[in-house]
């Protein structure tokens, strides 16, 4: 079964007025990384909960993915110390999770989740100061460890329930869950991005080597999970090109509001600009899945500084 958000994606952004694609850039990077030695970033085991307990990496894993969104402010930008050492974003909640999980490993389940007060889980944040939906991330985390236990019994069940198919896992996710399920409409239309949804998916294969619960037939399903950082080294490299009204919008930090025409726009044309990277780079002999293409695009996004800012949108769907 097709993956309805490179259908949705593409159909985007053959309407696009905001965003649009560059398809000379696309073929020029192509032709940069096949002709050099390009790598696939491992997954960052370091960075996360590392346990032989499937069941804790499990239920550490559903609840990162619940909570990884909206970690920009401008105002105050949340922080957090591991191990004498700041972090920001999404290693920040990778890495207070983990910690959570390392020192109360009676604790460190979804079961008990589903009462956890906000005063604790205002803690595990190291108190969530300049962190946005504060309030919202605990009533996610509660609602989706609630559902897991109540059908399935567990993240395990949930997962074993899919037989190792992607094309049934993500929209499961989105389908079961309510703060993943990431849809919106455009000029009437149904779109599907799904950011949280895939991103768990590959989270699942990362943290466990592709092996066991982690084993899928189809990676082929997943795109690129359409979220801040991906769009702006698009952005930068010249292969999203922007309305003036929108890059003006950017450059001020104006936030764009979640739904809108430009965000969608900027979106859809993250998904599509890498599927077809992805194509120009197996057409030159260098076959990765598209969700690889993203991590590429990911890490060196942490790596190279941009002029331009990413563009600021709340929600807590990425």
Same mark, same amino acid.
């Given at each position: 079964m097709g993956n309805p958000v490179r259908k949705t994606?593409?159909?985007?952004?053959?309407?696009? /007025?905001?965003?649009? +694609?560059?398809?000379?850039? +696309?073929?020029? !990077?192509?032709? /940069? $990384?096949?002709?050099?030695? !390009?790598?696939v970033p491992p997954w960052p085991k370091k960075m996360h909960l590392e346990t032989k307990n499937k069941k804790a990496l499990l239920d550490y894993l559903i609840l990162l993915d619940s909570l990884n969104f909206c970690f920009w402010s401008? /105002?105050?930008? $949340?922080l957090f110390i591991y191990r004498g050492r700041t972090y920001n974003g999404y290693f920040a909640l990778s890495l207070a999770l983990k910690k959570f999980f390392e020192e109360n490993p009676e604790k460190g389940s979804i079961d008990y989740f589903p009462e956890i007060s906000f005063k604790e889980f205002k803690a595990i944040l190291g108190g969530g100061k300049g962190l946005l939906f504060l309030r919202e991330r605990w009533r996610i985390a509660r609602a989706v460890s609630r559902i897991l236990l109540k059908k399935y019994g567990g993240v395990e069940?949930?997962? !074993?329930?899919v037989g190792g198919r992607l094309s049934v896992l993500v929209p499961k996710i989105a389908g079961e869950l309510f703060s993943f399920n990431d849809v919106v409409r455009y000029r009437g239309k149904?779109?599907?991005?799904?950011k949280r949804a895939q991103i768990t998916a590959a989270d699942i294969w990362g943290a466990f080597g592709g092996r066991g619960i982690g084993h899928f037939q189809d990676l082929d399903y997943l795109t690129a999970f359409a979220d801040y950082k991906l769009p702006q080294i698009l952005y930068f490299w010249? +292969?999203?090109?922007y309305s003036e009204k929108l890059k003006n919008k950017i450059e001020r930090r104006t936030i764009i509001p979640a739904g809108s025409e430009e965000e969608i726009e900027i979106r859809a044309a993250t998904v599509a600009a890498v599927e077809l990277l992805r194509k120009e780079l197996a057409q030159r002999g260098k076959r990765l899945y598209p969700f690889q293409v993203d $991590? +590429? !695009? $990911?890490?060196?996004s942490q790596r190279i500084?941009?002029?331009s800012p990413y563009h600021l949108t709340k929600t807590w769907f990425y």
């Open positions: 994606a593409f159909w985007v952004a053959r309407q696009a /007025k905001n965003a649009k +694609i560059n398809r000379e850039k +696309i073929n020029a !990077l192509a032709a /940069k $990384w096949a002709a050099g030695d !390009l790598r401008k /105002k105050e930008r $949340w069940k949930f997962i !074993l329930s149904k779109v599907y991005l799904w010249g +292969i999203l090109e $991590w +590429i !695009l $990911w890490d060196k500084k941009m002029k």
